[in-house]
């Protein structure tokens, strides 16, 4: 064998290796090109044809060319051959294609996996094209419409972020299991049901899917206050990255705009919308609720019996909202059930258990939200009074003092006056310190203090 990892027959060593694993050089890469000591770095993806090559394999430039290019923070990935011809011939193009790609070999072979588990799937960039059309991928958790199985262009996705946790499970698949309970997600209405993490990094992209219904449940999407404080977000649990869901709350109003006639269908994706932006401190997030819960309360008045043209109406209703308000936003809020759109709560939402438990959630957020911003508030007052009313004691001892010196060192003609002063001086200070042993009764809580107290020293007024 020679120092390109070539037997000596010409033919490469290829050894089967493991999907996302990586290394350098030959025989999966270049070496000591285009300088001595620049060496490629390979990358295998996850899906495997039944032929047992890799469908997806990336290239990595040596880092002495990815420092030139001047991303030297962010690796170079080529994820087809196209796309290294295409650097090759923008950056040196008097090299020899066909000597460069001779130097290694493109094809790599994959370790066996039992037949249950021979593919891993992510929707990537498919690196090389099959001869034979018998070779197409398979989804590892057995997914027939699995999104990975869709053939995108070339260099259209970037190469998924490399997972060793959830993605070494047998029979999970990051592109059609919820990260959250494993099972398959469902495609069906435009998959509003899952979202999936499109999160960005050195690697690639995150890729994960999660089940919304999962994510709120688990506290990791809609608005969630304490420690956690996620506003209309979603925080992946692989990438630890959070999401904005507003645009995500859009794409499910443009699906039920496609539903012709399943009303049920588009109470469950409104619902669902709704469990997102309740709570929202966000003023587009809020306006985008108030139109769900209109659309909701519609659907209520059909099933009472309404006529559904009075009712449904995509034209001016949601699909103006996904952009902002309809030129009819006046006509939409007249068909309103009578009453304010809080009536949306109470009435078919009621019978929804999660929309139920996530708006209960979030009212118990914003309840303590609300009790500790009042309790800062009464915090600083009272510490801005007693602290003001201790410095003022003590200036008034210091005065004291500085009055007694006086008195101690002046002739008989002015003790009186001193003596006088001294001994009003005493009475202030004692007022003061009577005073002050009211303000230490905020110590129980402005709840349990006298309201004249309160009136009187706090500057607070409360009314029964």
Same mark, same amino acid.
């Given at each position: 064998?020679?120092?390109?990892?070539? $037997?000596?027959?010409?033919?490469?060593?290829?050894?089967?290796? $493991?999907?996302?694993?990586?290394?350098?050089?030959?025989?999966?890469?270049?070496?000591?090109?285009?300088?001595?000591?620049?060496?490629?770095?390979?990358?295998?993806?996850?899906?495997?044809?039944?032929?047992?090559?890799?469908?997806?394999?990336?290239?990595?430039?040596?880092?002495?060319?990815?420092?030139?290019?001047?991303?030297?923070?962010?690796?170079?990935? +080529?994820?087809?051959?196209?796309?290294?011809?295409?650097?090759?011939?923008?950056?040196?193009?008097?090299?020899?294609?066909?000597?460069? #790609?001779?130097?290694?070999?493109?094809?790599?072979?994959?370790?066996?996996?039992?037949?249950?588990?021979?593919?891993?799937?992510?929707?990537?960039?498919?690196?090389?094209?099959?001869?034979?059309?018998? !070779?197409?991928?398979?989804?590892?958790?057995?997914?027939?419409?699995?999104?990975?199985?869709?053939?995108?262009?070339?260099?259209?996705?970037?190469?998924?972020?490399?997972?060793?946790?959830?993605?070494?499970?047998? &029979? #999970?698949?990051?592109?059609?299991?919820?990260?959250?309970?494993?099972?398959?997600?469902?495609?069906?209405?435009?998959? %509003?049901? #899952?979202?999936?993490?499109?999160?960005?990094?050195?690697?690639?992209?995150?890729?994960?899917?999660?089940?919304?219904?999962?994510?709120?449940?688990?506290?990791?999407?809609?608005?969630?206050?304490?420690?956690?404080?996620?506003?209309?977000?979603?925080?992946?649990?692989?990438?630890?990255?959070?999401?904005?869901?507003?645009?995500?709350?859009?794409?499910?109003?443009?699906?039920?705009?496609?539903?012709?006639?399943?009303?049920?269908?588009?109470?469950?994706?409104?619902?669902? &919308?709704?469990?997102?932006?309740?709570?929202?401190?966000?003023?587009? $997030?809020?306006? @985008?609720?108030?139109?769900?819960?209109?659309?909701?309360?519609?659907?209520?008045?059909?099933?009472?019996?309404?006529?559904?043209?009075?009712?449904?109406?995509?034209?001016?209703?949601?699909?103006? %909202?996904?952009?902002?308000?309809?030129?009819?936003?006046?006509?939409?809020?007249? $068909?309103?059930?009578?009453?304010?759109?809080?009536?949306?709560?109470?009435?078919?939402?009621?019978?929804?258990?999660?929309?139920?438990?996530?708006?209960?959630?979030?009212?118990?957020?914003?309840?303590?939200?609300?009790?500790?911003?009042?309790?800062?508030?009464?915090?600083?007052?009272? !510490?801005?009074? @007693?602290?003001?009313?201790?410095?003022?004691?003590?200036?008034?001892?210091?005065?004291?003092?500085?009055?007694?010196?006086?008195?101690?060192?002046?002739?008989?003609?002015?003790?009186?006056?001193?003596?006088?002063?001294?001994?009003?001086?005493?009475?202030?200070?004692?007022?003061?310190?009577?005073? #002050?042993?009211?303000?230490?009764?905020?110590?129980?809580?402005?709840?349990?203090?006298?309201?004249?107290? @309160?009136?009187?020293? +706090?500057?607070?007024?409360?009314?029964?």
């Amino acid at each position: 064998m020679n120092e390109n990892g070539k $037997a000596e027959n010409g033919s490469f060593n290829n050894r089967p290796v $493991a999907p996302e694993e990586s290394g350098e050089g030959s025989p999966y890469a270049p070496e000591n090109w285009p300088q001595k000591g620049d060496n490629w770095g390979w990358r295998t993806g996850r899906r495997i044809t039944p032929a047992g090559y890799f469908q997806d394999r990336y290239l990595y430039l040596p880092e002495r060319l990815n420092n030139h290019s001047g991303s030297a923070r962010k690796q170079h990935i +080529f994820a087809s051959k196209l796309a290294v011809e295409r650097y090759l011939k923008a950056n040196f193009p008097e090299a020899d294609l066909g000597a460069f #790609f001779s130097s290694f070999t493109w094809r790599i072979p994959a370790v066996p996996y039992p037949s249950t588990n021979a593919a891993v799937p992510l929707k990537q960039i498919p690196a090389e094209q099959s001869d034979s059309d018998t !070779e197409a991928v398979r989804c590892k958790a057995g997914n027939k419409k699995c999104t990975s199985l869709i053939l995108e262009e070339a260099e259209k996705y970037l190469p998924a972020m490399s997972c060793d946790i959830c993605c070494s499970e047998p &029979g #999970f698949c990051r592109d059609c299991c919820c990260i959250l309970c494993s099972k398959m997600v469902s495609s069906a209405y435009g998959g %509003y049901s #899952f979202i999936k993490c499109q999160v960005k990094n050195d690697e690639g992209v995150c890729g994960h899917v999660a089940h919304m219904e999962c994510a709120l449940r688990a506290r990791l999407a809609g608005t969630v206050g304490r420690s956690i404080g996620l506003d209309s977000e979603y925080h992946c649990r692989r990438c630890d990255v959070r999401t904005d869901l507003i645009s995500y709350v859009n794409k499910l109003l443009q699906t039920c705009d496609t539903i012709d006639s399943d009303d049920e269908i588009r109470r469950k994706i409104l619902n669902l &919308g709704a469990c997102i932006l309740r709570g929202s401190q966000k003023a587009d $997030a809020k306006e @985008l609720l108030r139109h769900i819960e209109l659309a909701i309360s519609k659907l209520h008045q059909l099933k009472c019996g309404t006529n559904r043209e009075d009712t449904w109406m995509p034209d001016d209703s949601l699909t103006a %909202y996904s952009t902002g308000l309809s030129d009819h936003d006046g006509d939409v809020m007249e $068909a309103t059930v009578h009453g304010s759109p809080s009536n949306v709560r109470t009435g078919e939402e009621s019978y929804d258990c999660l929309s139920q438990s996530l708006k209960f959630e979030a009212e118990v957020d914003q309840v303590l939200y609300a009790l500790k911003k009042s309790q800062e508030f009464e915090y600083k007052l009272a !510490e801005e009074k @007693l602290q003001s009313h201790k410095t003022y004691l003590q200036n008034l001892y210091q005065q004291l003092d500085l009055e007694k010196s006086e008195y101690e060192g002046k002739n008989s003609s002015n003790s009186y006056l001193l003596s006088h002063a001294i001994r009003k001086r005493k009475e202030q200070i004692g007022e003061e310190v009577a005073k #002050f042993e009211v303000l230490k009764k905020i110590a129980n809580g402005f709840g349990k203090t006298s309201k004249d107290i @309160l009136k009187e020293h +706090f500057d607070v007024e409360i009314t029964d």
